[in-house]
């Protein structure tokens, strides 16, 4: 399978507790985007990179949050703290050269 | 940015075809229109883009009003598997964050057999 790949699919975790989230993009897309999606509504920009330069970050993405994407490949997500308004589907996507995202299947997080 | 405006949800029987509004008054004239689709418990796909003119693919077919202030998303024959939340969302060719895609609530497709 060569589309976007996320894991773990599902994290259930106390409150306090740091959570990370792993994308594998698309190998040949350099463009990297991690939403957010609560239910029934649709996803949210979170951060957004072009290779390993993160270059933005939406007003939602707390000094909790953390994004990186060390090499251009794959990227990590790192909620520190965890909250129970955290709990969400974390989505992540990556870029074709003809502007369409393909999303992964997300990671459904749960904070007890 | 510039915002869309869907219905909340519609019906469709299985095997007919449905068409999926969506208004956009204040597009500029570099926004695209793309829809995309979000089946249960699974991200959202890509369905369909364009800029001005009709567009068709495999999938759908996008219309698009000639002043682009509304475009019209054509299932040409529903599908149980078409079964889904259908966004409509304008992406800016120019400035802004390129490829960072405004979701809105979007249409919940039901298809009856």
């Known amino acids: 399978d060569t589309g976007v790949s996320q894991d773990p699919r599902h994290k259930i975790t106390k409150r306090g507790q740091n959570v990370t989230f792993r994308c594998d993009p698309i190998?040949?897309?350099?463009?990297l985007y991690w939403y957010r999606q609560t239910l029934g509504q649709g996803p949210e920009f979170l951060t957004y990179?072009?290779?390993?330069?993160?270059?933005?970050k939406s007003r939602l993405l707390s000094d909790r949050f953390s994004a990186e994407r060390p090499k251009g490949s794959f990227s990590t997500l790192e909620i520190q703290r965890t909250e129970q308004g955290d709990s969400a589907m974390y989505l992540c996507?990556?870029?074709?050269?003809?502007?369409?995202?393909?999303f992964g299947e997300g990671s459904r997080l749960t904070v007890l | 940015d510039a915002k869309t405006t869907q219905p909340n949800s519609m019906e469709s029987n299985e095997e007919e075809p449905v068409h999926l509004p969506c208004n956009h008054s204040t597009i500029s004239g570099t926004d695209y229109i793309h829809w995309y689709r979000q089946l249960p418990s699974q991200g959202p796909e890509y369905v369909i883009h364009?800029?001005?003119s009709n567009v068709n693919n495999r999938m759908a077919s996008l219309a698009i009003a000639e002043d682009r202030k509304s475009s019209t998303l054509i299932l040409h024959r529903a599908t149980l598997r078409d079964a889904a939340v259908y966004y409509c969302i304008l992406r800016p060719l120019w400035g802004g964050s390129q490829g960072n895609l405004i979701f809105g609530k979007g249409t919940k497709l039901s298809v009856k057999p």
């Open positions: 190998s040949e897309h350099n463009r």
């Open positions: 364009g800029l001005t």
């Open positions: 990179f072009q290779n390993e330069a993160q270059l933005e």
């Open positions: 996507a990556s870029r074709s050269e003809g502007g369409e995202l393909f």
